[in-house]
């Protein structure tokens, strides 16, 4: 059997969990650093006699804009480590790394990461409070549906013809009322018939149009009425 299986599982042994002892300063939470990691496997692998060799298979750079209107180049690379036993055998993982950085260090914490996470997961290293994703369940949710626009309020025909009727009836309403005003309570009725005859309308068929001209002769009447 090849070295590099045998001696992985005799370093797995011997390295043991690593505590998340450094603590991200913007967001304030716990996490295993670089150093803890490399400290933790330098003389594991010393013992073993392996080593490993990184290889950038793929890389994206681009610049973002940050919140105070700052330049922030981010840095995502594909990595290929490759660990070596000293009868030549070897293993290899590939991993992809992310890193930002307001100066030229987006790709040299992006392979940190990578090469950290590759060792996490070649040799199975646990942390001294692991979590295991199975022992939380999230609540039971599901995707948000879009809010359907309201539609406009139906107007039907009947509450159409009522608004005709209401307003009709407030036009003959008010040409009784300033008939009674410019010719009194005994000649407005016989005044309005003639007035509406001129048009060829009765009020029962009288228009919008016709009530404002005969509203109009009207209020000329109680005009003149006024001034004499």
Do not use: W
Not at 141 to 151: A, D, L
């Amino acid at each position: 059997m090849a070295q590099i299986y045998e001696l992985i599982g005799k370093a797995m042994a011997d390295v043991g969990a690593i505590g998340k002892d450094s603590t991200n300063k913007q967001q304030g939470f716990k996490y295993r650093g670089i150093d803890a990691v490399m400290n933790a496997l330098n003389p594991v692998m010393q013992k073993y006699g392996l080593f490993v060799t990184p290889e950038v298979i793929n890389q994206t750079r681009e610049e973002r804009q940050t919140s105070n209107g700052g330049r922030l180049l981010y840095s995502i690379l594909t990595m290929k480590y490759t660990m070596y036993a000293p009868d030549g055998s070897s293993v290899s993982s590939v991993v992809i790394g992310e890193g930002m950085d307001s100066g030229d260090k987006a790709s040299n914490k992006a392979m940190s990461v990578a090469f950290k996470y590759a060792m996490f997961q070649l040799f199975c290293i646990p942390t001294e409070d692991f979590t295991d994703p199975d022992a939380e369940t999230p609540p039971p949710s599901k995707p948000q549906q879009p809010k359907q626009p309201t539609p406009p309020p139906t107007v039907t025909a009947t509450s159409a013809e009522d608004t005709a009727k209401a307003a009709k009836e407030k036009c003959i309403k008010t040409l009784h009322q300033n008939a009674v005003f410019a010719y009194g309570q005994e000649a407005a009725e016989a005044k309005l018939t003639e007035l509406l005859g001129k048009f060829g309308m009765t009020l029962d068929t009288m228009t919008g149009p016709i009530f404002k001209q005969v509203n109009a002769l009207i209020m000329q009447d109680v005009a003149k009425k006024g001034a004499a």
